[in-house]
């Protein structure tokens, strides 16, 4: 089992849900987040150029099943890669491994309860 | 030298005097009564807007709640210019091109108006004032149709031709002293406050300009719920509060008729919230705060053309029926999956039409006595059923052909739909370079 952790620009967050639907991904954690990487946006105040040092992300949760994390890893790529190749700031695709997966309605673990 | 500066002095002072004596002598008109009530009802009105900017600014998603207030807040910026230019000129000037707008060169940036005091006892700025803040708010009321997926530049040159092509000549019509409207029947198409000229254009108008864009992004598959339900129950009860101007200021006067107004606004927005979450319960088992608010605007919309004509119980009924048609009317429109989305046809339209065509059925006694003394005979509620009608239907259409014209032919200069990069971005970072809520993330 991995856990993949992907940050995202929040444009992009419709069009990876669609993609991570379509191929049969439903199960997973959204949250806004702040951060930075290589990109600098300049933004307007009043009429002077600021820099924010935090921009803000979408950071996308999703346990998987190891026969699944390329399908989900292909899925996250197509569809928050913007332009077709891609510009600073597009995001990072984390892949961990997962020790265990509790189902709490339940109580089973492993594969069978992601 | 000195002498003539003396002499200059003097006969300015003198000029003075006597041109302060004109003025106190145009003064002794002024019903200072009715000017303070008006003067109220112009600020209520326009307390109506950002209300409307609030009301509508919550139910959309976060990404888009700047935008959508702006649609509110920009119209306040361009009707006004507008208004004073030519608007009040086109709306309340003498009939030309065969009665289809007004004009009146007095009138042209209000330059001629400066001393004017009318037969009311208002002075004609306070009275031009008043009826602009309607003129804003009926452009901004459309918006709710196409809320979340509409250019900004765009909407301004949309509102702004709006106004002069759709709103002033309806305006003209219905309550110009030489519109048609005006004087069809024996005493005229009843439009107290604006259910014909406001909210049945607005929300016809809504309803066309939602079809000829088609739906939002992932609507109707994708969920999409309010930003803030918070500001938009504060906005729905700033809406309340100046719907007060809106009816009662609409008799132009502090007495009687402002007394039936008022009257009838508060129990016909009580009765038609009430209905809504009444409605609401039986069919889906919660009365929700979004319920309640749009009943209210139901019940207010449906009494704006009736506040003048009907007495209380009528008011009450009116509420009841605006709240059940236009609930019934919405969901209609989820079954038949176009995308109004803030459902302005759904309650201005709707809840206008209902106001206008069944408020003949509470007209009180005396009105029709005067109309039957008016027309020198006979006159019972289906002779004045008829003259509704007619000035509703004459609206509907001209709103939705017109704007069906306006918005094919602005379409080819400026794209008015978002485009997709624009729409997913969201209405603020795209046309305002802001976010609404910064403080969701750390920065």
């Known amino acids: 089992m991995k856990l993949i952790t992907a940050i995202i620009r929040e444009v992009q967050l419709d069009k990876v849900r669609e993609a991570l639907i379509e191929a049969d991904i439903k199960r997973i954690t959204v949250s806004r987040v702040s951060g930075h990487g290589q990109q600098r946006i300049e933004e307007m105040y009043r009429g002077q150029i600021i820099v924010p040092d935090l921009i803000p992300k979408i950071r996308i949760e999703i346990g998987v099943n190891d026969a699944f994390v390329d399908i989900t890893v292909n899925a996250i790529l197509k569809a928050a890669r913007t332009n077709g190749e891609g510009n600073v700031g597009d995001g990072k695709i984390f892949i961990s491994p997962l020790e265990e997966c509790i189902r709490i309605r339940t109580g089973e673990r492993g594969g069978t309860a992601i | ?443």
């Open chain 2, 1 to 443: 030298m000195r002498n003539s500066g003396k002499k200059y002095l003097l006969i300015m002072m003198l000029l003075f005097i006597s041109s302060t004596g004109l003025f106190a002598a145009d003064n002794t008109h002024i019903d200072s009564g009715a000017t303070a009530w008006m003067l109220t009802s112009t600020a209520l009105v326009l307390l109506m807007v950002p209300g409307l900017a609030m009301f509508y600014g919550g139910l959309v998603r976060s990404k888009n709640v700047l935008g959508t207030i702006m649609h509110s807040f920009v119209a306040m910026g361009i009707i006004s210019v507008l208004w004073v230019i030519v608007g009040y000129s086109m709306c309340f000037g003498k009939n030309i091109l065969g009665g289809w707008f007004g004009w009146n060169s007095d009138y042209f940036f209000l330059k001629g108006i400066d001393t004017n005091i009318l037969d009311a006892g208002i002075p004609e700025y306070v009275f031009t004032m008043f009826q602009g803040k309607f003129a804003i708010i009926t452009p901004a009321l459309i918006a709710g149709a196409f809320a979340e997926r509409v250019n900004f530049k765009a909407y301004c040159f949309f509102i702004t031709i709006w106004s002069l092509l759709v709103y002033n000549p309806l305006c003209h019509w219905v309550w110009a002293s030489d519109g048609f409207l005006f004087h069809l029947g024996a005493k005229g198409a009843i439009d107290f406050a604006g259910g014909t000229v406001v909210h049945i254009s607005a929300g016809v108008s809504g309803l066309v300009a939602a079809l000829f864009l088609g739906s939002r992004r992932g609507y109707p598959y994708q969920v999409i719920r309010p930003n803030n339900m918070v500001i938009t129950m504060l906005g729905a009860g700033l809406l309340w509060v100046g719907w007060f101007g809106f009816n009662a200021g609409s008799s132009v006067s502090s007495g009687l008729s402002t007394a039936q107004a008022l009257t009838a606004t508060q129990v016909a927005a009580a009765s038609g919230a009430l209905s809504w979450i009444l409605i609401e319960s039986m069919h889906q088992g919660k009365a929700t705060a979004l319920g309640f608010a749009s009943g209210i605007l139901a019940g207010l919309v449906a009494v704006t053309p009736a506040a003048g004509v009907v007495q209380p119980y009528g008011a009450m009924i009116l509420g009841f029926l605006a709240s059940f048609v236009c609930y019934s009317a919405i969901q209609v429109k989820n079954k038949l999956g176009y995308d109004d989305s803030l459902d302005a046809f759904g309650i201005h339209g709707v809840g206008g039409v209902v106001g206008a065509i069944l408020l003949t059925f509470f007209i009180r006694p005396s009105w029709m006595h005067e109309a039957a003394a008016a027309v020198g005979g006979k006159w019972n509620l289906w002779n004045q059923l008829g003259v509704q009608g007619l000035a509703v239907t004459i609206a509907i259409v001209y709103a939705a052909v017109m704007t069906f014209i306006i918005i094919s032919i602005l379409n080819k200069f400026i794209k008015f739909k978002s485009t997709e990069t624009d729409e997913m971005a969201g209405l603020d970072r795209s046309y305002h370079g802001e976010r609404g809520y910064g403080m969701l993330n750390p920065s």
